[in-house]
């Protein structure tokens, strides 16, 4: 299965009956629920809502390259599949160049387009769609149901969030939409799609809310609508209204095989969509809130180790220098449980909580640290399009590499750093730590895919300085009997915290 943008997915409409609750045991009551039948149309809702929905057109002037794969033949213009043009080029380019021999000609310029949906949220000509509909593109095109055509100019984008805002200037007011509350959405609901799928024209598309707070690994800030409504290649930034006519979604992906429906697609919630607007519009970017934290999930292996009762919450593996979280004094190896009074299941959820909060807010936070919880207060910064990393200060060579050191139980021989160690695993000059030199192929940390060149930072939340210093802490915490020690290592790619076992290595450890 492969994840397209641009698309959702076809279903059709399923007859519903009366559904009963099986009885878990014998003698428990069955507890009847109740589902509401099928719309006996969507004629009326389709014809009140079509005139707001558009056709966004955009394209952009290439370089053909002299060949395609392989430099033989000129490239055929990227169309969506199934548009009446991709046939067309194909054929005229098989014609034309027989056996894929394009010659030697200069390449000349085309123009490349894409095609998508969008719709109408003020009737000044305020319209919104997907940004990957128009990315790159040096003209915009939007077709009204009517057929009129205008061009559009773009307010602002928004590339993470896969969102854009258009003006178009028509001589009357527009049939505008209004956003509706996603959060009220329930799986099961009712909705309905319509978009320009393969560039056709205005269609309409009904199914359901088939799940909520779907993370398809697209972005920070996962939270997509997951509907059956038919949507293909062409609907992308297409409208999911709900049935009173509100938008609850904007329609941008699929998963789908081949390129086609197959009941699953995705759609980036209205309120989610609705604060981006409105940012677009005041700014002509999105100005999200921004902790200046680098997260992971916090494991049960993880929560053991701190004495937390439940894996919950975002772990901090890292935090930006001069970033709101190093102003409130937030930690690495801090848990933060609730942000801005909102608690924080895992780590998926932090990031899409700190983007909704407003800049320059000041915000309780919640932390787990030292066995305890505590709340800071940090006042949240707009998000830097590209944060510059901190430069390391340059440390002094040490004369000489001491023998690395065995860690009884855990598999691992460190060593502290050294000038050597630093040119051997290219360690960056002003790293601290203790280096990890020698790894046990069937020990806890190879099970957890530690190698030579990992550094140690901190021990249970501790810096380290020295192989004395992680020994000392692995003896309190196995004099605690726990049965993972955490370490906070720092890769090539960035910082994590790693759980190491314990279990069954006390009789190893030196007395």
Known sequence: ????????????????????????????????????????????????????????????????????????????????????????????????????????????????????????????????????????????????????????????????????????????????????????????????????????????????????????????????????????????????????????????????????????????????????VEQLKDYGHPRRGWLGVRIQQVTPDIAESLGMKDATGAMVAGVNDGGPADKAKIHNGDIILKFNNQEVKDMHALPLIVADSAVGQSVPVVLWRDGKEITLQATLAEKPDDVQQASAATAAPAAKTPQPTDIAGLGLKLAPMSQELKDKYQINAGQKGVVVTDVSPNGPAAERGLKPGDVVVEVQQGEVGSVADVQKRIDAVRKENRKSVLLLIQRQDGLQWVPLSLSGDKDKAPG
């Open 1 to 276: 299965m492969r994840l397209i943008r641009s698309a959702t997915a076809r279903a059709a409409l399923l007859g519903v009956s009366t559904l009963f609750a099986m009885p878990l045991a014998a003698g428990l009551p069955v507890t009847p629920a109740y589902a509401s039948g099928t719309p006996d149309s969507f004629a009326d809702l389709a014809a009140r809502l079509l005139p707001a929905v558009v056709n966004v057109a955009s394209s952009q002037l290439v370089t053909a390259r002299n060949g395609g794969p392989g430099g033989i033949g000129p490239e055929m213009p990227l169309f969506p599949p199934g548009s009446p043009f991709e046939k067309f080029f194909k054929d005229f380019l098989n014609r034309n160049h027989p056996g894929g021999q394009g010659g030697d000609q200069p390449a000349p310029e085309r123009r490349m387009q894409s095609l998508g949906s969008g719709f109408v949220i003020d009737p000044s000509g305020l319209i919104v769609t997907n940004n990957h509909v128009i990315d790159g593109a040096d003209e915009i095109t939007v077709t009204l149901q009517d057929n009129t055509t205008l061009k559009a100019t773009v307010v602002g984008r928004d590339e993470t969030g896969d969102i854009a805002l258009l003006r178009v200037k028509p001589d009357k007011p527009l049939p505008a939409v209004q956003f509706g509350d996603s959060d009220h959405a329930r799986v099961g609901d009712w909705v309905l799609a319509i978009g320009n799928p393969f560039g056709l024209g205005g269609s309409v598309t009904a199914g359901i809310v088939s799940a909520r707070g779907r993370n398809i690994h697209e972005g920070p800030y996962d939270d997509f609508i997951q509907t059956d409504a038919a949507i293909n290649r062409g609907n992308s930034g297409g409208p999911l209204f709900d049935m009173n006519g509100k938008v609850i979604g904007m329609n941008t992906a699929i998963y789908s095989p081949s390129g086609g429906s197959i009941g699953i697609g995705f759609s980036i919630p209205s309120n989610m969509v609705k604060n981006v």
